[in-house]
């Protein structure tokens, strides 16, 4: 098999809509693989929103103090190498054929097992992931929690620190419909006599403080254990004071938006805190790391004339602090919005944060087959805010609009989901979409 071949196989695993949670099929994979997630330690990160840029930042950090470092995220702007890297480079394709090749018995014979032990497409990713690290040597890896925490595919894993960023209503048919349903979830990535740092807010907080109780497990919180303050903040990045574990230091970090000093004072204190555990991480590791950090798609910056940003924003969390970001360092500037967000996203509430920073919204849709949603109904939700709104199906065309409108001293805000922002960010860094035709193409097959 090639490539092509086998992630459209690897996409086909997710049947569509399906999601089954569960630690029996990916550890029976990797018991087979002869455990590789023991041969290095592990930064575990979950939570609602900014676990991504949590990850990243941890791992340019760790990188910087001299480790070597794998990384693992989810989900991808445009290629599926992109879940995978060391030291920021992606796997090659090459090997993404030989570990499948390698595990593909496996799966066959876990499928002759019956559906229950049908591997799916995160479990056979996972071990994939964690197969690579073990065989390139990494000292750490960092690794994103996909969806909640107890159950996760990845919390095989027994790290040296875990973090939990936030907690919101999210994914609530799988989670629990209040937050301390899903805080419950997510606490399943602390482990026993292990250390957390969390961002969250009390009320998911009281739960943390409960499950590391019974796990004689260290709660490390912000505000409390450690403190940030935001000094400068513009589009090209922020410089803050982090104080904390005997250190006061002034740090920069190119991510942009208030929010993202918040989850880089989440990376800083898993980093301090695992002198602990005996592992020094040096200072100018901190600081050169947080300011030399990459994390496509999160208020990134594409032009200047006009502005173009794209961001993953893709709940109403996240949707918040987008629309707190561009209030703060993008305003007064005319704001063309492109927008376009999953079926199963609560677009009403995300319109309500995004329309009041816009002068003019394009719906869209982005191209994975059954996810996204009409923009015909998002069009009625900016029109119940007073906004000015075009209907525009394929987001290229619709970005260009923007750009047309925008002028050269407005903005272009491309957001609503990832897969939005991989299909725009596509127009300035063209690269084959395996969210796209790809993936449609590889459904279609099996419908």
Request: charged fraction near 25%; include cysteine.
């Amino acid at each position: 098999m090639n490539y092509e071949e086998v992630t459209s196989y690897i996409f086909g695993l997710r049947r569509f809509g399906e999601i089954k949670l569960g630690l029996e099929r990916v550890s029976y994979l990797l018991e087979k693989l002869g455990n590789p997630q023991q041969h290095y330690k592990i930064i575990h990160v979950g939570g609602t929103a900014g676990k991504g840029s949590t990850v990243a930042m941890a791992s340019s950090i760790l990188k910087e103090a001299g480790f070597r470092i794998g990384t693992y995220t989810s989900p991808h702007l445009a290629s599926y190498t992109e879940r995978i890297t060391i030291n920021g480079e992606r796997i090659p394709e090459s090997e993404v054929v030989r570990l499948f090749t390698k595990l593909k018995p496996m799966i066959d014979e876990m499928q002759s097992l019956g559906d229950n032990m049908s591997p799916t497409f995160a479990e056979v990713t996972t071990a994939i992931a964690l197969y690579h690290f073990a065989e390139r040597s990494v000292d750490f890896a960092v690794m994103e929690v996909m969806m909640g925490g107890r159950l996760d595919a990845t919390n095989v894993v027994k790290p040296v620190a875990s973090v939990i960023t936030n907690i919101a209503l999210e994914h609530t048919e799988y989670l629990g419909d209040t937050i301390e349903k899903i805080a419950a979830e997510k606490a399943g990535i602390i482990k026993e006599k292990g250390i957390l740092v969390t961002t969250a807010e009390q009320e998911a907080c009281k739960v943390f403080e409960r499950v590391c109780e019974e796990k004689g497990a260290k709660m490390l919180r912000l505000g409390k254990d450690f403190k940030v303050k935001v000094e400068s903040s513009a589009i090209t990045g922020q410089t803050f004071l982090f104080e904390g574990f005997g250190e006061k230091l002034e740090l920069y970090t190119p991510l942009v938006g208030e929010h993202q000093a918040e989850n880089a004072a989440a990376a800083v204190a898993a980093m301090l805190a695992l002198r602990e555990k005996g592992i020094e991480v040096s200072r100018l590791g901190v600081i050169e790391g947080l300011r030399s950090v990459k994390w496509p798609g999160r208020m990134e910056v594409v032009q200047t004339s006009p502005l173009v940003i794209l961001d993953c924003a893709k709940d109403v969390l996240a949707s918040k602090r987008l629309a707190e970001a561009v209030q703060q360092i993008v305003r007064p500037k005319k704001v063309v919005m492109v927008i376009s967000t999953s079926a199963d996203k609560k677009h009403k509430q995300m319109m309500a944060d995004l329309a009041p920073i816009s002068d003019y919204i394009i719906a869209t849709k982005h191209s994975v087959m059954g996810r996204a949603l009409d923009p015909e109904l998002l069009a009625e939700e900016a029109a119940a805010h007073g906004k000015p709104c075009d209907v525009e199906p394929d987001v290229k065309l619709a970005v260009m609009k923007a750009v047309g409108k925008a002028k050269p001293d407005g903005c272009v805000l491309v957001t609503g989901s990832v897969f939005t922002v991989g299909e725009a960010r596509d127009i300035w860094f063209p690269e084959k979409p395996l969210w796209g035709r790809d993936f449609n193409e590889s459904r279609k097959a099996q419908i």
